[in-house]
């Protein structure tokens, strides 16, 4: 989920997300405004997925708006240096994500025009974006107003770009804004928020000594308060709990603590100073006191109540926003025009039906693609028809026996299906082709020792060894374990 924490907590992101919206066909073919060995130009990502397609191509329509190719393009060439050390499968995943981006912009947008939001953006406010942006690429404005230039566009055009890319980030705020003014703190909130309780525990539990034996305990731990023997004491003597050791002492304790719910009734029905009747939980038996309570009455709680209130508001209205956000693209309609990621974006959320169809189709378009006829492959099998699946990992073998990730998706499947053998033999041809790779290795060698093929992990473990090594990770003479003991298959996937 690395793009979306990013842009969730970036402000640097939101500085690339609004240029790359507005300078558009200027990012798209920015390596020939460049130059390909200008520092200001992130090295090439594989752009085998989107191969044949054009920036003003539709990538998607999202409730009848369509989603150009080139807002995509633009997001990912930023990410480009980071793209490059992932997996295939973690680049569509990726991939992905900046989809879920577009989609979300575009309905909230629609939202935002259906409640009647409106903002306005300054001149000032574009230009602190466009020397944001210049001091993160490390270049002057005389830089890059010739390379605008060079692409054909004019600094005004670039303007208000930025201008309409920033009303549209701040619809988007302003949208968040009013769906979270729709909370409201009542005041029972903030005074159960306000009172609190120093609370001490006898906790006899039954796990130690049985039912009938913790009642006795217990039973001997109420007597002894009656007589007045302090409670501090008599926790120390009785209470199972590693609290017992100081008496009990819970702390201060309010009426959202993590806390069994009868201790938190008793807490604030008892008198202040009183110890309570003995209760009993799913775990044992039990006797607190309450040492003392602070309660709305106090002086204090006028002057405490507004910063309580804004921080109740706070949390509640972040919950309530982000599970507005999750039901938002509930009922969206999506129609995707390029196969190849529309195909990966249903095949990874489960949508098997809609991947399928969409894979045949960019499998035919694009031939080539060795990652295309193993998905469908996985897809397939997804929906039941497993000798189709075979059928399609064989092909896809023979059309392409030199890219390792065929291999390891194939042995995959074969583990899925139990025959550990062949995935066994599709891991060897794993390791001939990326024994230099310490990730890809390290993969192989969790995935073998997943299946019990223990002989034919130790001859990868041997490699890991040597490229640990290599790296500087350890000492040629260190044979500590490299893998954990609780390690399960399911960390590879």
Known sequence: MFFRKLRDSSKILVIIVVIAFALGGTLYGITAIFGPDDPH?????????????????????????????????????????????LAPQDLMEFQNEVIEFLVERVVMLQEANRRGIEVEISDEEVQEIIDSY?????????????????????????????????????????????????????????????????????????????????RERIEEAQEKLEENVEFFQVAKEYSDSPLGEKGGDMGNINRDSNVHP?????????????????????EGYHIIKVVDRVEGDDPFYEEARHELEWEIWQEKSEVHYQAWLDTLTD?????????????????????????????????????????????????????????????????????????????FMYAYFLRRVGMYEGAGEQLEKVVDLRSHDYSIMLQTLRFLQGMGLDEQAEEVKVIVHELEVEMGYRQRDDDSEIIPEDFELEDVE
Do not use: C
């Open 41 to 85: 130009v992130p090295q090439d990502w594989s752009t085998d997925i989107i191969e044949g397609y054009g920036p003003d191509d539709p990538l998607l329509t999202v409730d009848g708006e369509v989603v150009k190719l080139r807002e995509f393009h633009n997001i990912m060439m930023e990410y480009s240096a980071y793209l490059h050390h």
């Open 134 to 214: 210049l001091q993160d690429m490390d270049m002057t404005m005389e830089e890059f107003e010739r390379n605008v230039r060079a692409a054909g566009d004019s600094m005004a055009e670039v303007r208000e770009r930025v201008r309409h890319a920033l009303w549209e980030r701040q619809l988007v705020f302003a949208l968040e804004d009013d769906v979270k003014a729709e909370v409201e703190v009542s005041e029972e909130e903030i005074l159960h928020a306000f009172e609190q309780a120093h609370v001490r525990d006898i906790f006899v539990k039954f796990s130690e000594h049985g039912e009938d034996e913790a």
């Open 262 to 282: 009868l201790i938190i009734e008793y807490a604030f029905e008892i008198p202040e100073g009183s110890f309570s009747e003995i209760f009993v939980t799913d």
């Open 331 to 407: 009922d969206v309609e999506m129609e995707f025009h390029i196969p190849s990621l529309g195909g990966y974006f249903w095949y990874s959320r489960g949508e098997y039906e809609k991947a399928r169809s969409l894979l045949e189709e960019a499998s035919e378009e694009d031939p080539d693609n060795h990652l295309l006829l193993p998905l469908l492959a996985d897809t397939r099998h997804q929906l039941g028809e497993t000798d189709r699946a075979m059928e399609l990992y064989e092909k896809a073998l023979e059309k392409f026996p030199g890219e390792w990730e065929v291999h």
